[in-house]
């Protein structure tokens, strides 16, 4: 059985900086694309950043130079460490397991496995 656990959100001011830490178990996170994505209330679920099979990172453009995706294998876990962050960060942060081939896949529905979110927000 698949369980991937956010965890690490809370409540920062603007400026400020969060590492969310993805548990995962019955699955190994270096065979998997790994992606975050974001939900803000009232919209549609986006894309953040991943971390491919080859140790290659991929970032939405709204987060790119602030947020930086990492993995360790021997923990099974992957991160993603968030600076500089805004109030438009705000949004519930889930993590999620692509069995896909290739190296950036953007979209949810290229996802097979999914955490439960961990609420990050951001005041200004």
């Known amino acids: 059985q698949v369980q991937l656990v956010e965890s690490g959100g809370g409540l920062v001011q603007a400026g400020g900086s969060l590492r969310l830490s993805c548990a995962a178990s019955?699955?190994?996170?270096?065979?998997?694309?790994m992606g975050w994505f974001r939900q803000a209330p009232g919209k549609d679920r986006e894309f953040v950043a991943l971390?491919?099979?080859?140790?290659?990172?991929y970032y939405a453009d709204s987060v790119k130079g602030r947020f930086t995706a990492s993995r360790d294998n021997a923990k099974n876990t992957v991160y993603l460490q968030m600076n500089s962050l805004k109030p438009e960060d705000t949004a519930v942060y889930y993590c999620?397991?692509?069995?896909?081939?290739?190296?950036?896949?953007?979209?949810?529905?290229?996802?097979?496995?999914w955490g439960r979110g961990t609420q990050v927000t951001i005041s200004s």
């Open positions: 999620a397991a692509s069995s896909q081939p290739g190296r950036a896949r953007v979209n949810d529905y290229e996802y097979d496995y």
């Open positions: 971390f491919s099979r080859n140790a290659n990172t």
């Open positions: 019955g699955l190994t996170v270096s065979s998997y694309i």
